[in-house]
């Protein structure tokens, strides 16, 4: 097998956070996986790198500003007050506000930004960060133990250097973060194969294909209980065969979930390791360039085990490596067989038995074969600095104040042309596809949420947060008699403030300390 250029991310502190006692999704699940794949030798096989955190500015390029803002001061003793009583950007119990929630994404979201830059550069042919694949987050909320959207953040910066796209999901739960990120577009390509019915988020059915010119370009593949890896070869490979001839991606990202697993607590799949790394084994065959994402899975010695065989895949080496596992910190929790395997077991395949895999499969190729061709898009070199810059002939310090200042009013002036132009498309638009612009304020359309816990909706009302703002609204008012502000409404005697108090409560009669200024802001609005 060729030798591939291979570049794997991990931060050692990304195992120290956890979601809380009793929670399913494991952080440490990554730092056992890292040990094991230490112990079988792999890492003088390939370039490790520790990842830069990704910075607030940085996730900014998909999430709003104010949710980037409200994880970054989130802690547990105030997501009460911040999330307005668990009705905003944490709704349910799936994400709690645990302790470094925020630089737990930073690390997440840093390595799929990282691995994106070595591919675009040349640098690596494959790139690998097991803590990322974070594949529910939402624009402006969490959602499915996901905060911020890694694989939306690495595609964007793969976009910079590439025309094409293709994202591939085989988690057991529906990709829909990535899917509606990317949903009215065709630079992007999204292929999602995973377990549809009362399980979260209850998306990704066949009718869903995309809209606009992404119209085609969203491929879901819906599967049923106990799918096999027979079963699941049968249906993945012609798809994505399909879908490279057809699209002809200049580079691939590949979410592993390990929630797909045989025996795993939240899934619902029957696949062994062996017949979930073949995907990466079939698209390694490609060699087109190729991220390996994490994801789902939370049956932790079953993830490690996994994701470390994938890591030999990627390298080549998994016909090298040993089935009894070598000795390393973690060794009592692969117990009793102590071996690199996850079994089958004896649950019923229904998509065979029904004959539904045979028509899911139809559908996505029909659906592909309806692309004429693959979508071109004109690309030239944007150039990250100046001429003078490069040369040090400019600085921002040389920069004189008033062109500082210039160059902000244009840029607020293009950005409130922009928001302007988003509510007037809102107001004419009540398509049912608006579902998947997650811009659209809640006060218009309420959205339903599943929890993955418990795959049941939420009866959450979150327009009782989404109260509107109120830049100018104050009951202060001008004295001429005392040259003094006053309260509307004061009479005779009645209590004046002066003009610090006033401003320190915003002009209003109610003392600063005794009102939450958050409630002012409407639900997704940021300046």
Same mark, same amino acid.
């Given at each position: 097998?060729?030798?591939?250029?291979?570049?794997?991310?991990?931060?050692?502190?990304?195992?120290?956070?956890?979601?809380?006692?009793?929670?399913?999704?494991?952080?440490?699940?990554?730092?056992?996986?890292?040990?094991?794949?230490?112990?079988?030798?792999?890492?003088?096989?390939?370039?490790?790198?520790?990842?830069?955190?990704?910075?607030?500015?940085?996730?900014?390029?998909?999430?709003?500003?104010?949710?980037?803002?409200?994880?970054?001061?989130?802690?547990?003793?105030?997501?009460?007050?911040?999330?307005?009583?668990?009705?905003?950007?944490?709704?349910?119990?799936?994400?709690?506000?645990?302790?470094?929630?925020?630089?737990?994404?930073?690390?997440?979201?840093?390595?799929?930004?990282?691995?994106?830059?070595?591919?675009?550069?040349?640098?690596?042919?494959?790139?690998?960060?097991?803590?990322?694949?974070?594949?529910?987050?939402?624009?402006?909320?969490?959602?499915?133990?996901?905060?911020?959207?890694?694989?939306?953040?690495?595609?964007?910066?793969?976009?910079?250097?590439?025309?094409?796209?293709?994202?591939?999901?085989?988690?057991?739960?529906?990709?829909?973060?990535?899917?509606?990120?990317?949903?009215?577009?065709?630079?992007?390509?999204?292929?999602?194969?995973?377990?549809?019915?009362?399980?979260?988020?209850?998306?990704?059915?066949?009718?869903?294909?995309?809209?606009?010119?992404?119209?085609?370009?969203?491929?879901?593949?819906?599967?049923?209980?106990?799918?096999?890896?027979?079963?699941?070869?049968?249906?993945?490979?012609?798809?994505?065969?399909?879908?490279?001839?057809?699209?002809?991606?200049?580079?691939?990202?590949?979410?592993?979930?390990?929630?797909?697993?045989?025996?795993?607590?939240?899934?619902?799949?029957?696949?062994?390791?062996?017949?979930?790394?073949?995907?990466?084994?079939?698209?390694?065959?490609?060699?087109?360039?190729?991220?390996?994402?994490?994801?789902?899975?939370?049956?932790?010695?079953?993830?490690?085990?996994?994701?470390?065989?994938?890591?030999?895949?990627?390298?080549?080496?998994?016909?090298?490596?040993?089935?009894?596992?070598?000795?390393?910190?973690?060794?009592?929790?692969?117990?009793?067989?102590?071996?690199?395997?996850?079994?089958?077991?004896?649950?019923?395949?229904?998509?065979?038995?029904?004959?539904?895999?045979?028509?899911?499969?139809?559908?996505?190729?029909?659906?592909?074969?309806?692309?004429?061709?693959?979508?071109?898009?004109?690309?030239?070199?944007?150039?990250?600095?100046?001429?003078?810059?490069?040369?040090?002939?400019?600085?921002?310090?040389?920069?004189?104040?008033?062109?500082?200042?210039?160059?902000?009013?244009?840029?607020?002036?293009?950005?409130?042309?922009?928001?302007?132009?988003?509510?007037?498309?809102?107001?004419?638009?009540?398509?049912?596809?608006?579902?998947?612009?997650?811009?659209? @304020?809640?006060?218009?359309?309420?959205?339903?949420?599943?929890?993955?816990?418990?795959?049941?909706?939420?009866?959450?009302?979150?327009?009782?947060?989404?109260?509107?703002?109120?830049?100018?609204? @104050?009951?202060?008012?001008?004295?001429?008699?005392?040259?003094?502000?006053?309260?509307?409404?004061?009479?005779?005697?009645?209590?004046?403030?002066?003009?610090?108090?006033?401003?320190?409560?915003?002009?209003?009669?109610?003392?600063?300390?005794?009102?939450?200024?958050?409630?002012?802001?409407?639900?997704?609005?940021?300046?």
């Amino acid at each position: 097998m060729s030798k591939r250029r291979v570049t794997y991310y991990y931060d050692g502190d990304v195992g120290a956070f956890t979601y809380g006692l009793g929670h399913p999704m494991k952080p440490h699940r990554i730092r056992i996986t890292h040990d094991l794949v230490s112990s079988y030798g792999m890492l003088q096989k390939m370039q490790v790198l520790r990842p830069k955190r990704a910075t607030p500015e940085s996730m900014t390029a998909f999430h709003t500003d104010e949710y980037i803002h409200f994880l970054n001061r989130v802690v547990p003793e105030t997501a009460e007050e911040l999330t307005f009583h668990g009705t905003r950007f944490l709704v349910g119990e799936d994400n709690p506000a645990f302790e470094g929630v925020f630089e737990f994404c930073s690390i997440s979201a840093g390595g799929s930004i990282a691995a994106a830059q070595s591919i675009s550069s040349g640098a690596s042919d494959i790139a690998i960060n097991w803590a990322g694949g974070l594949h529910h987050a939402k624009k402006r909320e969490a959602s499915g133990f996901c905060y911020i959207n890694d694989i939306v953040l690495g595609i964007l910066e793969l976009l910079r250097s590439y025309p094409r796209v293709l994202y591939i999901d085989i988690d057991c739960h529906h990709g829909d973060g990535v899917e509606e990120a990317f949903y009215t577009t065709d630079r992007v390509m999204t292929c999602s194969f995973h377990k549809f019915g009362e399980y979260f988020p209850g998306t990704g059915t066949q009718e869903d294909k995309g809209k606009d010119k992404g119209r085609n370009y969203t491929i879901n593949v819906p599967l049923k209980d106990g799918i096999t890896d027979e079963a699941f070869r049968s249906v993945f490979e012609p798809v994505v065969s399909k879908i490279m001839d057809v699209y002809r991606p200049s580079a691939v990202v590949l979410q592993c979930g390990a929630d797909s697993l045989a025996g795993d607590k939240l899934g619902c799949f029957n696949l062994t390791m062996y017949g979930h790394a073949s995907c990466v084994q079939f698209l390694r065959q490609f060699n087109v360039p190729l991220i390996l994402l994490g994801g789902g899975g939370y049956t932790v010695k079953n993830v490690a085990r996994t994701w470390t065989y994938e890591t030999a895949c990627a390298l080549g080496v998994e016909n090298e490596i040993d089935p009894n596992l070598p000795w390393n910190e973690y060794f009592e929790w692969f117990g009793p067989r102590y071996r690199l395997e996850v079994p089958e077991n004896n649950m019923d395949d229904l998509n065979v038995k029904d004959g539904s895999l045979d028509k899911v499969r139809y559908n996505a190729l029909q659906q592909l074969s309806d692309i004429p061709c693959a979508p071109s898009v004109g690309m030239h070199d944007v150039p990250r600095e100046s001429v003078g810059t490069h040369l040090g002939l400019e600085t921002d310090v040389d920069r004189d104040e008033d062109d500082v200042m210039d160059d902000l009013d244009r840029r607020l002036a293009q950005h409130a042309r922009y928001v302007y132009r988003m509510q007037e498309a809102a107001a004419s638009d009540q398509s049912d596809d608006d579902r998947y612009d997650s811009d659209v @304020s809640s006060q218009r359309r309420p959205r339903k949420r599943m929890s993955i816990l418990t795959n049941r909706y939420l009866d959450v009302d979150t327009r009782k947060s989404a109260l509107p703002r109120q830049f100018f609204k @104050s009951s202060a008012k001008w004295d001429d008699i005392h040259c003094r502000i006053g309260a509307a409404g004061e009479q005779n005697g009645a209590r004046q403030g002066s003009l610090p108090v006033l401003m320190e409560s915003g002009g209003r009669e109610t003392p600063a300390g005794d009102m939450n200024m958050d409630e002012d802001w409407e639900d997704g609005a940021s300046v």
